[in-house]
């Protein structure tokens, strides 16, 4: 069936948008349009132009050349303020609420509704519950509740009830879902689709392609800052799209690793912490055990007992069959277990110091001795990482900030591979990578696989465990509930599994 | 050299500095006149290099003004009581020995706190900066303890030269910016602190211990102050608990001109040495040029604002 395409005015036009800093040409003659009551996804691997792209449609980048129309009459850009005066809305990723402050509060942040007896907290209130209704935020939570007791989902919204109370009429979405469960992504792309009758005009960037095939009316691909077109989605299938944002063909979207069936690497018995709750589990030599569960349900927290991050309430950890005990990361990384955690900015690099500071900072022993720092060595911790691991840094002595995400978290995987660990735990190592790095991300776990390290998986996106996985561990509440091998079962099945649908 | 590129701006402040008072000041490039420049900044240089490791780990530490007070009295105090071995080599190693103890363990009750509880350093450095004020004014009524001319050594500390040239205050002061330069630019633990300092959670995630580095920081902190609180009390022939007021200030002003980022994770020695010596230049240049000190300081604010906007603009 032939969804009609919004109302078929044109809300917003881009006609040959040009944007350069410096001698790199970030857009180059783009056109774009977004038709009211439509939701149009933006889609490019991640140094594209889609951010360029957006920024200039906000205000923080003025465009070099080109016309931007809005219903068709020439706007004026140059701003922020512009943008807003425009009805432009724009939803990052990193969420810009004030957390102590309550959902009403923050919904008129900057445009209070002062009168003569100073804040007229009662009118702003009912006027943010009204709004809050609008999205189906009000049966969940009260508007005076503080936002950092909100999940992100739920600030989320608060984000778009901000952007509505200004009557946005072309909403922004950048990479909306990529802290989202699956029922909150559910209830995320209702809202979206209520919005859409409400004929606003929706941008939605998203590196989750289903996702996207499933939402949106139309997309538009952008590759290395030219705009490769636009199609209807049902004219669409990934395979498709993928071919045309990475501009060849991917010969498959993920390397299963080969099974090779060894000793046990690492067993764990009874392991508990604050929101771990008594996990036993084997993983293999040459193995990836997939840990399949939904956020909050305490898959971070168990990578994080197990590495020592979170103390221990009990349990036992047994690496090569020999009882280690696991207080801090230190004594993780002498049993062979390295995690690297979920988030990259946050837990994994040294953002400010350079490519090469933060590839060689886990093997400082090997290149300090005393007071005796070797550059030649190093360099040869870093160059080997470099090298074995493809990272694209065109110098290790400039900031890692510069790279892009999916190199980012190639350095945080390559640098632990100075010395081969036993046991490697992955945290959502996809998260916020585009199409190729992540392709690439999973050659490299294959690769690590063959040569005999073990692997455990942990990722919010179920397609990448069922497919890069040997053996899927559904995690529930604390607990592993089910353990099964990765051919036998589907993702639909573990979704049923790990919300618990069957027990009704 | 990346580290020496990265000072060369402030080298550059210093040298345009240098000759702007050269030509301002009659005789003031004279080698005695610079000998004497050098020999005035060594304690704020001193307390600036334990400065700087703590805020290159994102700390601050505000009692090392007091903490220069109360060691430098507890020195004198041991010394000239006799009881401990008087004026010979006895005596003065105890009375060196038990004003570093007292150091260390002030810098290691800082460190241990910003390490294990949820205090920000600002906090527990204030409030220890209290306590070690009134300790040092417990002594003598709070009164100037004199130090008798036949603590010959002690006194050289202060005022002694080395072969009858360098002043031994600078002798002192360069030995330490070698050892706390090698500390921070050659070893591990110097990583560790720029790895702690530019993100403390990827710093634990890579399995750095950072419970033992920050209260190793601290110490070397406290440590420093008090070598430099002996030099002070030495030079001034008399351990004044009042004395060390607004040093801490000092001291972080170099550092910061010198470069390091005030957030952590940034910064160099060769930089804090060179700020140090920056602020030098300005109060004997000023001082010199007969400037009155009410002007000095708004002249020392202003530039302490230019540098760091400089460097911030430079990021």
Known sequence: MVRPVGTETELLTFEGVTKRFGGVTALDAVDFGLRKGEIHALLGENGAGKSTLIKVLGGIHVRDSGTIRIEGRQARIRSVGDANRYGIRIIHQELSLAPNLSIAENIYLGRERQGLAGLRRRKMRGDAEALVEKLGLHEIVAVDTVVSQLSVAHQQLVEIARALSCDARILVLDEPTSSLSEKETEALFDTLNRLRSQDVGIIYISHRLEEVMRLADRITILRDGRSVGTEFVDKMNQREVIRRMVGHDIKDHFHRPICQSRAVALKVRGLSSSMVQGVSFDLHYGEVLGLAGLVGSGRTELARALFGIDAVGGGEVWVDDELVSIKNPLDALDAGIVLVPEDRKGQGLVMFQSVGFNLALPWLTHWIRGCFPSRRRRQGIIDRAIRNFSIKAADTDASIEYLSGGNQQKVLVGRWMERRPKVLILDEPTRGVDVGAREEMFSIIAGLVETGTAVLLISSDLAEVVNSSHRVALYRDGRIVNTVKACEISEEEIMVQLTGAQDQ | ?315
């Not at chain 2, 363990?105 to 906090?123: D, E, R, S, V, W």
């Not at chain 2, 602190?193 to 190793?216: D, K």
């Not at chain 2, 060390?244 to 060769?270: D, H, K, P, Q």
């Open chain 2, 1 to 315: 050299m990346k580290a020496v590129k990265q000072v060369l701006p402030l080298a550059a402040a210093m040298a345009a500095l240098l000759i702007y008072f050269g030509l301002r000041v009659p005789n003031f490039l004279d080698p005695e006149n610079l000998l004497d420049l050098i020999q005035q900044i060594s304690v704020n240089a001193i307390l600036a290099f334990g400065m700087t490791l703590v805020i290159l780990i994102g700390g601050i530490d505000l009692s090392v003004g007091a903490l220069l007070a109360l060691v430098g009295t507890t020195t004198v105090y041991v010394l000239t009581q006799g009881r401990f071995g008087g004026a010979g080599l006895l005596g003065l190693t105890a009375a060196i020995g038990l004003g570093l103890a007292v150091a260390v363990g002030f810098g290691a009750f800082n460190g241990l706190c910003a390490a294990k509880t949820k205090m920000p350093p600002f906090i527990i450095t204030l409030a220890m900066m209290l306590v070690a004020r009134g300790c040092a004014l417990r002594f003598n009524e709070g009164r100037p303890m004199h130090i008798p001319d036949d603590h010959g050594v002690f006194l050289a500390l202060g005022n002694g030269r080395l072969f009858g040239v360098i002043p031994v205050p600078v002798v002192i002061m360069l030995t330490l910016f070698f050892i706390v330069g090698i500390l921070l630019h050659r070893t591990r633990f110097g990583q560790h602190l720029y790895a702690i300092g530019g993100n403390r959670e990827a710093a634990r995630f890579t399995g750095i211990p950072i419970v033992r580095n920050e209260i190793l920081v601290y110490v070397l902190c406290s440590v420093l102050a008090g070598l430099a609180g002996m030099i002070h009390t030495s030079q001034l022939y008399s351990a004044e608990p009042a004395s060390g007021m607004m040093f801490e200030l000092n001291a972080i002003a170099a550092v910061v001109v010198g470069g390091t980022s005030f957030t952590g994770g940034r910064g160099t020695m060769y930089g804090t040495l060179i700020g140090a010596i920056i602020i030098g230049i300005l109060d004997k240049g000023l001082n010199q040029q007969g400037v009155h000190f009410s002007l000095q300081y708004i002249v020392k604010g202003v530039v302490i604002l230019v540098a760091v906007y400089a460097d911030v603009r430079r990021r």
